[in-house]
Structure formats: structure tokens, C-alpha cells
């Protein structure tokens, strides 16, 4: 195994611009899920991909978007950046949902200014 | 919607001695339940979980875990805790199924500081 990587680790972002996020997964994981986790609170769900399409999404704005691909990368991108955007993102991947257990990237902290 | 309450937000306790941490939810369906840790500046490590069967699940480096179906109830235990226990623990849910199966919930995460 592999293991969950991400890219880059740290980003600082101007307030309005546009960021993307990477994620590479364990190899034969189909699903992809990206958290958000603010400072000082657990990790909140964005949405979750399963076989490149987007199967699930938490309570977040379409400026936040992402992409799955074959190769078991994907990306988070979002859109016109608010200050309220800084936080680490988490990828996580599964093997078809949660029985198996996600394993979680060390995550990309975005700090918007 | 589904809901995790942990109960603690910060728990000292020095070396070798007991601990307790505790986690509540609420659903309306059948879940799988779990425990990660979090050491500074990393991501989340799965701890244990609870998919069925016994409800009392361990963790390789001595944690565990009991699900009480009626309290709705998850807490995480460990009887003689070492200075490395010290990271945040998050406590998470999630559907058994349907369609959002792959969606956790988390609670707001307990800080474990273990003193000499």
C-alpha cells in the first residue's frame, strides 16, 4: 500500500482567487471523500466521488468542486477564496464506503488572506 | 441528520493512569461507529470501529472501545496511558448503508494530554 497523498502540504491564498487541491490514493480505492477541518473542530464532509462520479455532499457552496480520475488522483478546486476558507482539507480513501475504513492523507493546510 | 457529541474537549491525565473518552450520537438509522487520532500536523489514523458483532472493539496499541446501542454511546477507554496517547481523538459515524455510507460525522475532537 501506498498510502494517501497530498498536495501541496501548506498554501496561502489571496481573498477572490481560485485554489486546487491534490489527492492521490491508495491504489483500488474508487472512493474519495475531502473534509474540511477548521481550527479547533472536527472535520467537516464536502462530498465524496465514487468511480469519477459525485455520489454525496455536505453542506458546502458549488464553488467548491472536485474531480476523480482513473488513476486514483483527484482534486478539490475552489472557487472565488473567502477568509473563512482557511483550513486543513483532507482527502480520504476507501475501498467502496466506510466498512473498510478510510484512510486519511496528512491534509493541506490553506491559509487565505 | 446524524449528530456526534463528544463530551470533553480536553482531558489531562498523567502517565500510566486510566482514561475515558467519551462520545454520544444521534441517528435514525443503524451506523458503524469510529475512533481516529490525530498527532499535530498530521491527518487522522483510524483507531478502531465498530461495524457488528461484539460490541466491545480494541485497538492494537491497547484502546478500546464499547458500543452501547440503548445510550447511544461509543466511548474510548484505555487503562494505563503512555506520554506518545497525547494527539486529539475524534469520534465519527456513519450510515450502514444507503446512500451516503461513505460520509463521516465527526464530533469536535478531545485533546488528550498525557503529563509525566
Known amino acids: 500500500e501506498t498510502g494517501v497523498t497530498q498536495s501541496p502540504t501548506h498554501l496561502i491564498k489571496t481573498r477572490g482567487q481560485q485554489v486546487t487541491l491534490r489527492c492521490s490514493s491508495q491504489s483500488g480505492h474508487n472512493t474519495v471523500s475531502w473534509y474540511q477541518q477548521a481550527l479547533g473542530q472536527g472535520p467537516q464532509f464536502i462530498f465524496q466521488?465514487?468511480?469519477?462520479?459525485?455520489?454525496g455532499r455536505g453542506n458546502f457552496p458549488p464553488r467548491f468542486s472536485g474531480l476523480q480520475f482513473p488513476n486514483y488522483s483527484s482534486e478539490l478546486n475552489v472557487n472565488a477564496l473567502e477568509l473563512d476558507d482557511s483550513a486543513l482539507y483532507l482527502c480520504a480513501s476507501s475501498f467502496t464506503g466506510t466498512a473498510y475504513g478510510y484512510t486519511f492523507g496528512s491534509g493541506t493546510r490553506l491559509t487565505v488572506v | 441528520a446524524q449528530s456526534v457529541t463528544q463530551l470533553d474537549s480536553q482531558v489531562p491525565v498523567f502517565e500510566e493512569a486510566p482514561v475515558e473518552l467519551r462520545c454520544n450520537y444521534s441517528s435514525s438509522v443503524s451506523v458503524y461507529l469510529f475512533w481516529y487520532v490525530q498527532y499535530p500536523n498530521q491527518g487522522l489514523q483510524l483507531l478502531l470501529k465498530y461495524l457488528s458483532g461484539s460490541t466491545l472493539v480494541e485497538s492494537i496499541n491497547g484502546f478500546e472501545a464499547e458500543f452501547n446501542k440503548s445510550q447511544t454511546s461509543f466511548h474510548l477507554r484505555k487503562p494505563s496511558v503512555h506520554i506518545s496517547d497525547t494527539a486529539e481523538y475524534f469520534c465519527a459515524v456513519s450510515n450502514a448503508g444507503g446512500t451516503s455510507y461513505g460520509k463521516l460525522t465527526f464530533g469536535q475532537g478531545t485533546i488528550l494530554t498525557v503529563h509525566p
Open positions: 466521488y465514487y468511480r469519477e462520479e459525485e455520489n
